[in-house]
């Protein structure tokens, strides 16, 4: 296909290369025919092709393209290819491409316009000359016809040689489509001589040297300048091609499961950045597909001057004329080397190495909508090499660690009362490979700072100079390692390192080992996008990466005296569960089942006459010294267990004095008065027996801890919704999400006792 620059400026189009030039060809898939027209197409109905002739294969051809409407046609009808300045000499202004036994410089070809009965179907005749002769002669060396349907994409190709034998007649070329069933009798002679005229598909397809896919490898028409001499004419190769559908008739029996024509396919390159300093789609390919066989290896560097043209003379071999391409050339050879040459260099790199990571290729142009494959297909496990410059395909890359941690701890550490003075954080490298294949290990970002993820609590210790966000380019290799195991959380529980978040965000193979590595493969849009082709795009990774390292909580903190059993002096109840003390002790006040001198409610009224309290009214209840005033432990927050009357500020015994916890009189219960429309204090006192006493359910050593429950009172007020024991966070997009405990509030703050 003919190079184009859709730029306006002379020096900001577009490189680009040559696809075609007829005999050498390439192919897609298969799909079904858009129309049939007198035949059916072999290798759709399940049928093998008899290679032996062209019969079955031009009958194919015309189910898919339609028919050459002349039984036969005559070379030198044709416009004339000339090679100019020294015509049949050793060298010449504009030598075929094509090895013509040696010769470059052969004069007097000719190209010519076949008519079809399908308007989209378009067939070139090229009839060459491998020895010099007249132009008059009617005598060629070899005769190809290429036949192509600009809506499908099938194409069809006939090939005749004369090799050591006699010329061919160019006068009365039979038609290689003629139908052996017409009822034209001109036709069907011609397809009789068609059989032994052409070579047969057997032959062309066992025949390395014969294989056109070879050069026909990404589309049917091969340019060059020597073939566009005659562009401009009404024999000049057809327009309406480029990037379409392309695909051989009949392409399993000519591929024969890869032995015979390759399977055509084609390259291209990520996003480029030019001598400039400028980032831009690849120049080469911008107009026009670039085949992986023959485009690759010989049409493409010829046409940038990167490979000699055998038999080009020396004034063709000069800027501008030794470059082809791009078809507007910048002003000057420099500046060609300065917008190009990093193009070039890519495509090169991507023909000679497509599996490398910056080269992209079509393997099916019959479904032009499906994904490039080979480096772009889903699944593809990239390496270290790459063809493009990475910076042109870089994705941010972040570690963190979970909001949840504040600082590292050692693995038998577990008090509630540590200082938080260990930073916790994980170390990560990048090993990356340049385009010349050398390998250097990042260990420090770009302000020279080390490559490090810190716990970013407001507690959190300060780590130092770090850096945990850099840019990755395609190929890199990273590698996290495991940060230290065990860790703090704000309240002191205690954490443990369960691995990495993995995601698409960070694809590490084991998220859960000592280290997550995973490699990049660039950008999704490291390839830019084709215009003509918007839904064609590079399976590349995510917008961004982000890696987290992962925290569960574990257990509580120790506090200092935990485990103190509740009967000594240090007053801690057995009941402790890490939150304040029970509301047997606060301050020195001793446990409601322990005092000095109390021993239990069903003593007998140490200090305290049964008889001596008649009415709920009387303050004293008998004992004003004994402090009555709270039918539970007061120092717990509790003003009243349940005590109704407003003369007896409550029914518990408060100071060392008192034995008997309930007083006998015939109108009280238990530590709680029930006369004078008393409410019980709710106390059950082990043991209370005395006066009628009906033990109203104290719960601890004769006090119910005024309805809070926790073997005695449950951390004084404080509520926990876990009770007690931690659990795990739960975790969400960009990180854990740490369950929270319930809070303190004003009113469950409790009081300090109050003096009797």
């Not at 620059?5 to 680009?16: F, I, K, N, Q, W």
């Not at 000057?332 to 599996?355: G, M, Q, R, V």
């Not at 701890?409 to 008090?415: C, I, W």
């Amino acid at each position: 296909m003919r190079m184009c620059r859709p730029s306006t400026s002379a020096v900001a189009g577009v490189l680009c290369v040559l696809s075609s030039v007829l005999l050498s060809c390439t192919g897609g898939g298969t799909e079904d025919p858009p129309a049939q027209f007198d035949g059916v197409v072999l290798e759709q109905r399940g049928q093998a092709l008899d290679g032996s002739n062209i019969t079955e294969y031009a009958a194919s051809c015309r189910a898919e393209l339609g028919r050459l409407t002349d039984a036969t046609f005559n070379c030198r009808d044709g416009t004339l290819l000339h090679t100019t300045n020294t015509p049949d000499g050793a060298t010449c202004d504009k030598p075929v491409w094509l090895n013509l036994g040696g010769k470059y410089c052969v004069d007097n070809a000719r190209l010519l316009k076949l008519k079809t009965s399908n308007p989209d179907t378009e067939a070139r005749v090229i009839c060459r000359r491998y020895k010099a002769g007249p132009d008059t002669s009617e005598s060629f060396q070899d005769v190809a016809i290429v036949v192509a349907n600009k809506t499908s994409g099938a194409t069809c190709y006939f090939q005749a040689l004369s090799g050591s034998g006699p010329d061919l007649n160019g006068k009365n070329v039979p038609n290689p489509m003629a139908d052996p069933a017409s009822t034209d009798a001109a036709e069907r002679a011609a397809a009789t001589a068609a059989k032994t005229y052409y070579i047969s598909p057997k032959g062309l397809r066992d025949s390395s040297s014969l294989h056109c896919s070879k050069c026909h490898d990404s589309d049917p028409w091969m340019h060059s300048p020597y073939i566009d001499q005659v562009a401009a004419s009404a024999d000049g190769l057809p327009t309406g091609f480029k990037k379409g559908k392309y695909k051989l008739v009949e392409e399993a029996y000519l591929t024969n499961g890869g032995s015979g024509w390759p399977k055509p396919e084609t390259v291209t390159t990520a996003r480029v950045k030019d001598g400039a300093g400028d980032v831009r789609n690849q120049e080469c390919t911008a107009c026009h597909r670039i085949g992986t066989k023959n485009t690759c290896a010989d049409w493409f560097p010829k046409s940038v001057d990167k490979k000699p043209i055998p038999s080009r003379n020396a004034a063709n071999g000069v800027w501008p004329k030794s470059h082809w391409m791009p078809e507007v050339l910048p002003a000057t050879k420099a500046e060609f080397h300065t917008l190009y040459d990093n193009h070039i260099k890519a495509l090169e790199c991507c023909c000679s190495s497509p599996w490398k990571l910056g080269c992209s290729t079509f393997t099916d142009l019959t479904d032009l909508t499906k994904k490039r494959q080979g480096t772009g297909a889903a699944g593809f496990m990239p390496g270290a090499e790459k063809c493009v410059d990475g910076t042109t395909g870089v994705v941010a890359l972040g570690v963190s660690i979970a909001p949840i941690v504040v600082a590292a701890r050692g693995s038998s550490e577990s008090s509630c009362t540590s200082p938080f003075t260990a930073p916790l954080c994980a170390s990560f490298s990048i090993e990356r490979t340049d385009l010349e294949g050398n390998t250097t290990t990042l260990t420090e970002g770009p302000n020279g700072s080390p490559l490090m993820a810190c716990a970013n609590h407001p507690q959190s210790p300060y780590p130092g100079p770090h850096e945990s966000l850099l840019d990755v380019e395609p190929g890199d290799l990273v590698k996290l390692s495991t940060p230290q195991r065990y860790a703090y959380a704000d309240n002191h529980d205690l954490l443990e390192f369960v691995g990495w978040q993995v995601s698409e965000s960070c694809p590490c193979v084991d998220g859960g080992s000592t280290t997550c590595q995973f490699r990049t493969r660039g950008s999704r849009h490291w390839f830019g996008t084709d215009a003509e082709l918007p839904e064609v795009t590079y399976e590349g990774d995510p917008e961004s990466f982000h890696c987290q390292a992962l925290y569960q909580r574990t257990s509580v903190c120790q506090p200092p005296d935990a485990g103190v059993d509740a009967g000594t002096n240090a007053g801690v109840d057995a009941g402790y569960d890490g939150g304040p003390s029970d509301a047997g002790f606060d301050g020195g006040v001793r446990d409601a089942g322990f005092d000095a001198g109390v021993f239990d409610a069903g003593v007998a009224d140490a200090g305290v006459f049964d008889a001596g309290v008649f009415d709920a009214g009387v303050f004293d209840a008998g004992v004003f010294d004994a402090g009555v005033f709270d039918a539970g432990v007061f120092d717990a927050g509790v003003f009243d267990a349940g005590v109704a009357d407003a003369g007896v500020l409550d029914a518990g015994v408060f100071d060392a004095g008192a034995f008997d916890a309930g007083v006998a009189d015939a109108g009280v219960f238990d530590a709680g008065v029930f006369d004078a429309g008393v409410a019980d204090a709710g106390c059950t006192d082990a043991g209370v027996s005395d006066a009628g006493v009906a033990d109203a359910g104290c719960a601890d050593a004769g006090v119910a801890d005024a309805g809070v429950a926790d073997a005695g009172v449950s951390d004084a007020g404080v509520k926990r919704c876990d009770g007690g024991v931690s659990v795990p966070a739960q975790f969400g997009v960009g990180g854990p999400i740490p369950a929270e405990d319930c809070q303190i509030t004003a009113e469950e703050v409790p009081s300090g006792p109050e003096e009797p």
